[in-house]
C-alpha cells in the first residue's frame, strides 16, 4: 500500500527533468483491479456452473427414470395418459395443458403489454411515464400466490357467471392462462417499453416529418424498428408462462387431463412438479424421478423457445444507427 | 409584405419559447416561392427553432409554445382549426443528421405516399418512388439495390435519399436544418447542386451555419443574434448578395466577416 502511495505522489521538483517526465508515466500495479476482476470472473463462473449442475442433475435422474421404469423416452413423449399410480408415464396432457395455459396467458398479455409500452413510450408525457412505469414494475413483484388465489377467488367465479357454471368447472385452464397472463403483463410492457424508447428520436421526427401521426409513426416506423427487442421480450414472457408455477397449481387443477377444452381442468408440468413432491414422496421411487424427466423436458422446451426468439430476432431486426 | 401571397410563407412576431425561457421573439419573415432562404448565425441562436415553428414540428417538444402567426399562402398555421399533421404534408422537413428509416431504400420513399393513403397501382408507386429518387439526383446511384437497406448507403446519399423522401409526398415548401452539416465537401456540393436544381418547382428555407454555404446557394439571407438576455432575434433580412456585401446592420457585417460567432 505504501509503495503504491509512492508511486502515485508526484515526483519532488528537485529531480532532474527528464527523470520527472519519465517518472509519472511508470507502470503501475492496481492489486484492486486485479481482485475485483477475479471476484467478477468467479460471479459469472457460479451462475454458469449452477445452470450446469441442474442441467446435470435433471438428467442424471431422468435417465435412472427412463432406465428403471421401463418407460421410453419415446411413451414418454408421445403417450397420452399420466397416471403414475397405474405405470402410465405419458407426458403430453402436462404438456398441452402448460402450452393451453401459456398460450392464454400471451393472448392477454401481448394485446395489453404492448399497448401499455406503446402508450409508455410514444403518448404519455414524462411526468405520466414517471409515475406508470415504477407502479407497472410494482406489480411484477406481487408474490404469485395471490395471483393464484386472485384466479381462483375471483377470475374464476367471475367467468363461471358469465359462461355459465355448467361450462366452465371449478378449475380450469382458463382462468388459470389469464391471471398467468395478467401477472406476465408488466414483463412484456417494460421489456417492450425498453426496446420501443430506445429507437432513436431522429426516426420519429422524420416520420412526423413527413406528416404522419402518432400512430402511423409508431406501428409503421418504431415498432418495426423496435421488432427485436419486443420479439426478445415476448419470448421472455413465453418462457416465464411456461414456468409459472402457483398459478396454475391453484387454479387449473391436479388431474393430468389431456384436452384442448380450457373450461376444463388440467394439471400442467410446474404444477404437477409442485402437487408431488409436496406430497409425501420417497427418494428414489419412480414416481419421484418422473418429476425430473418433466423438469428436463421443461428445461428444454424453454431453451427451445429462446434458440427460436434469437434466430427470429436475428432475421426480423431492422438494424439502426 | 402585404396580405396577398406573393411568399408562401410569412411569419409575423414570431415568438418561441421552452418553458419561460424565450428563444426567440420578434421575427418577421417573408419568404418568396422557388427560392431558397438561409437561415444564418452563430450556434444558440433560434435557427432550428423558427425553422420547426414552419411546419409545426415544434407541436412535438415538450414545454415549447408559439405566440405570432406564420402564415402559410395568407392562413395561420398556428390557427385552431388548423391540423399540424396535415401541415407536414405539404411542409416537409430534412433533418441536420441523415435519418433514414431502417427499412429498404423504396420503402423509405414509399414511407410517406403509404401514410398518405396511397390507393394507385404498384406500377404508378414505383413511377413515384423512382422520380422521388431522381429528384433527389440519387436513382442512378440505388436503381439496381432498391430493395437494399437504406442504412447501408453512405452519409451522403442517405441525406439524398431523405430529400427523396421529403420529394415524394411532393410538399411545396422543404424546410433544411443544417442538411450538410454531416457530410463531407463532396457530398455537400451534390446536396447543394441538388438544391439549386430543386428550387425550380420547391421552395426551400434552410438552417446553415457555414457562411460560404449560405452564399453559394441561397437567394436570401436571414440573420439571426442573441440578445443580451439570450433571446434569438432577426437582426436583418435581404438578398443574399446584399446581406453578403452590403450589410446594414453593423452586427451582421461583424459576423459575416467572421469577428464573432
Ligand atoms: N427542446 C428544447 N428544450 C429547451 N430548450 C431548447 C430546446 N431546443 C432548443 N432550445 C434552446 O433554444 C435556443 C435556440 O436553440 P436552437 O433553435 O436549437 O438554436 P440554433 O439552431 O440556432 O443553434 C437554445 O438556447 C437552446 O438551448
Ligand atoms: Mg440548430
Known amino acids: 500500500m505504501l509503495e503504491l502511495e509512492h508511486s502515485v505522489n508526484a515526483p519532488v521538483a528537485s529531480e532532474p527533468l527528464q527523470e520527472r517526465r519519465a517518472s509519472g508515466l511508470r507502470r503501475r500495479i492496481r492489486p484492486g483491479e486485479t481482485f475485483i476482476q477475479i471476484l467478477l470472473f468467479l460471479c459469472a463462473c457460479v451462475s454458469i456452473a449452477t445452470t450446469f449442475s441442474i442441467v446435470i442433475v435433471l438428467s442424471r435422474e431422468a435417465l435412472s427414470f427412463f432406465t428403471e421404469a421401463g418407460v421410453s423416452v419415446g411413451q414418454f413423449l408421445t403417450g397420452t395418459t399420466w397416471r403414475p399410480g397405474a405405470g402410465h408415464f405419458g407426458v403430453l396432457p402436462l404438456v398441452n395443458a402448460t402450452i393451453l395455459t401459456s398460450l392464454i396467458a400471451m393472448l392477454v398479455a401481448l394485446p395489453l403489454g404492448l399497448g401499455a409500452a406503446l402508450y409508455l413510450s410514444e403518448y404519455a408525457s414524462a411526468r405520466i411515464r414517471g409515475v406508470l412505469k415504477p407502479t407497472l414494475e410494482l406489480l411484477a413483484g406481487i408474490p404469485t400466490v395471490v395471483y393464484g388465489y386472485f384466479a381462483l377467488t375471483f377470475v374464476t367465479p367471475l367467468l363461471r357467471r358469465v359462461l355459465g357454471a355448467e361450462t366452465v368447472q371449478i378449475y380450469n385452464m382458463l382462468s388459470a392462462g389469464i391471471v398467468v397472463g395478467i401477472l406476465i403483463t408488466p414483463l412484456v410492457a417494460t421489456l417492450s417499453e425498453d426496446a420501443l424508447s430506445a429507437v432513436p428520436d431522429g426516426l420519429r421526427n422524420a416520420s412526423f416529418g413527413l406528416g404522419a401521426t402518432r400512430w402511423e409513426t409508431a406501428i409503421k416506423v418504431v415498432f418495426p424498428a423496435a421488432s427485436s427487442g419486443v420479439i426478445a421480450a415476448c419470448m421472455v414472457a413465453m418462457a416465464r408462462a411456461m414456468g409459472e408455477t402457483m398459478v396454475v397449481a391453484l387454479a387449473a387443477g391436479a388431474s393430468p387431463n389431456l384436452s384442448l377444452n380450457p373450461f376444463e381442468p388440467a394439471e400442467t408440468m410446474t404444477g404437477h412438479i409442485a402437487r408431488i413432491s409436496g406430497g409425501d414422496l420417497s427418494y428414489g421411487t419412480i414416481d419421484y424421478q418422473s418429476l425430473f424427466a418433466i423438469g428436463l423436458l421443461l428445461f428444454g422446451m424453454t431453451l427451445l423457445l429462446n434458440i427460436l426468439s434469437r434466430w427470429v430476432v436475428r432475421h426480423v431486426r431492422e438494424v439502426y444507427d | ?261
Open chain 2, 1 to 261: 409584405m402585404n396580405g396577398e401571397p406573393a411568399c408562401v410563407i410569412e411569419t409575423r412576431n414570431l415568438q418561441i419559447n421552452y418553458g419561460s425561457f424565450c428563444a426567440v421573439k420578434g421575427v418577421n419573415l417573408s419568404i418568396e416561392p422557388r427560392t431558397i432562404t438561409a437561415l444564418i448565425g452563430p450556434s444558440g441562436c433560434g435557427k432550428s427553432t423558427v425553422l420547426r415553428s414552419l411546419n409545426r414540428m415544434n407541436d412535438l417538444v415538450p414545454g415549447a409554445r408559439v405566440d405570432g402567426e406564420v402564415l402559410f399562402y395568407g392562413a395561420n398555421l398556428y390557427a385552431p382549426e388548423v391540423d399540424a399533421v396535415q401541415v407536414r404534408r405539404r411542409i416537409g422537413m430534412v433533418f441536420q443528421k441523415p435519418n433514414p428509416f431502417p427499412k429498404s431504400i423504396y420503402e423509405n420513399v414509399a414511407y410517406g405516399l403509404r401514410i398518405n393513403g396511397w390507393r394507385g397501382t404498384k406500377a404508378s408507386l414505383d413511377a413515384r418512388v423512382e422520380a422521388a429518387l431522381r429528384g433527389a439526383a440519387l436513382w442512378d446511384e440505388v436503381k439496381d439495390k432498391l430493395q437494399q437497406s437504406g442504412l447501408a448507403l453512405s452519409g451522403g446519399q442517405q441525406q439524398r435519399l431523405c430529400i427523396a423522401r421529403a420529394l415524394a409526398v411532393e410538399p411545396e415548401v422543404i424546410l433544411m436544418d443544417e442538411p450538410c452539416s454531416a457530410l463531407d465537401p463532396i457530398a455537400t456540393l451534390k446536396i447543394e447542386q441538388l438544391m439549386s436544381e430543386l428550387r425550380q418547382h420547391y421552395t426551400i428555407v434552410i438552417v446553415t451555419h457555414n457562411m460560404q454555404q449560405a452564399g453559394r446557394v441561397a437567394d436570401y439571407t436571414a440573420f439571426f443574434l442573441m440578445d443580451h438576455d439570450r433571446a434569438g432575434q432577426l437582426i436583418e433580412y435581404g438578398p443574399t448578395s446584399q446581406i453578403f456585401s452590403h450589410p446594414r446592420d453593423a452586427r451582421t457585417e461583424a459576423y459575416i466577416s467572421g469577428r464573432f460567432g
